[in-house]
């Protein structure tokens, strides 16, 4: 036979009533927080990626386009290619407010949370970041790219 536990008393001078109306204000607000707290719109991640570790490979070299770019978002890297052979690595982490970059457009790399631009250099062409993405180490070996 089950016997129900009774639910423990408020403090005294408090009524049941008020505790559990405190209950959802404090959930609210934990929501309220959580949504505006880093002004990264629903839907994005503004948990700094991990980038992978050394000799991890990314893919072929045929995946960045000369004169643009590739991102590798479960490596947490974007690999440019400014001019034919030259190959770059950044973060994809954003230096704004930690996004993840999510979308080349030809030569840009954009950030899509508050819409900070950065060039194959990983230079910010437009903000609000202020700074450029973080280089991070890549090799090409044979036709692979890999993490340096
Ligand atoms: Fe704000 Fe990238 S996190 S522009």
Redesign the pocket.
């Known amino acids: 036979m089950l016997t129900a536990e009774p639910a423990p008393l408020p403090a005294p001078g408090l009524s049941r009533r008020t505790v559990v109306v405190g209950g959802a204000v404090t959930l609210g607000a934990g929501v309220a927080v959580a949504g505006c707290a880093t002004?990264?719109p629903a839907g994005q991640s503004?948990t700094p990626a991990t980038v992978a570790a050394s000799g991890t490979t990314l893919g072929p070299t045929s995946d960045v386009p000369v004169g643009s770019a590739k991102i590798y978002s479960s490596a947490g890297v974007v690999v440019t290619q400014a001019t034919a052979g030259k190959f770059a690595g950044f973060s994809t982490v954003?230096p704004?407010?930690?996004?993840a970059?999510a979308k080349v457009e030809g030569a840009t790399i954009v950030?899509?949370?508050?819409?900070?631009q950065f060039g194959l250099d990983g230079s910010v062409q437009q903000g609000?970041?202020p700074k450029g993405l973080t280089p991070e180490p890549v090799a090409v070996k044979g036709t692979e790219i890999t993490m340096a």
Do not use: F, K, N, Y
């Open positions: 002004g990264v503004d954003c704004h407010q930690g996004c970059v950030c899509p949370c508050h819409g900070s609000p970041a």
